[in-house]
Every structure is written in structure tokens, then in C-alpha cells.
């Protein structure tokens, strides 16, 4: 009679062996993240980070400041602050090779578009009050 040979390695002991037709279950021991690979993961708190940011540059860029008005404050006793610049757009972009999902990638780029800390809002800004061709020559015009 043979008995069964103790594993000899730390992590088969982690956990009991689960064979069968379910693949979604890593195999017993393994560092296996199950379906998603560590570059998903990343992907997804990159996202999940970029998202947190931009939307808290949508906040106080539009609604921090009706919502002060409707609270009863004046412009006067209003404090301006500034978000992230940059942060949230270049997460949300960074994020987007690494998601498996196709909605979720298309969802990352509508979102970077409201990050109002973003580059495109600089370019936008600059364009719209006429300085970028002076920036883009070094130099101001108005002056």
C-alpha cells in the first residue's frame, strides 16, 4: 500500500486541490489572480483611481459652487480650490491597454473628457480666450 507523499512545496499546502470543469477556480496553490491577470488589476485600480480624481474635478470645478450659493453663501464668502491637474486623465489613460473590457475602455475615454484638470481642458481653455497661439510661440502677444 502507498501513502499519499506530503507536498513539498509552501504554497501547495495553502490550500485543498479543487479539480473539476470549473476554470474560473484557480488550481490549489497557485498565486493565480482566477480570471484576471495582474495587468487587469492594475488596469482597473488605475481606472479606479483616474475615475475618484476626475470626478472630484467635476465637483469643484461645477457643483461645489451652486451648491454653496444654494446653501445660502454668498460669491464673497465662496473659497475657491483647485483639483488634481492632470491626475485623473493621465490615470484614466494609462488605464486604458490594461482593462479587458471594451465597454470599460470606451467608458475610461468619455469619462477623461469631463476631468476638467486634464491637458485637453488646457488646450480647450487657451483656445477659447485666444492665448494659444501666443503660448504655442512662446510668447504673449497681448502684452
Known sequence: ???????????????????????????????SLGRYSAMAIVGMVL??????????NVYLSFIRYP????????????????????VGSLFLWL?????????????????????TGGIHWFVGTMWWTGQLGAFLRGRNDRE
Open 1 to 31: 500500500m502507498r501513502l499519499a507523499v506530503p507536498p513539498n512545496h509552501a504554497l501547495q499546502r495553502t490550500r485543498l486541490e479543487c479539480r473539476g470543469c470549473n476554470h474560473c477556480v484557480p488550481c490549489a496553490g497557485s498565486l
Open 47 to 56: 481606472f479606479a483611481l483616474g475615475a475618484f480624481v476626475t470626478l472630484a
Open 67 to 86: 451648491v454653496h450659493l444654494a446653501l445660502g453663501g454668498t460669491r464673497e464668502t465662496y473659497r475657491w480650490v483647485s483639483g488634481f491637474p492632470l
Open 95 to 115: 488605464s486604458i491597454p490594461l482593462l479587458s473590457s471594451v465597454g470599460l475602455r470606451w467608458f475610461a475615454v468619455a469619462l477623461s473628457l469631463f476631468d
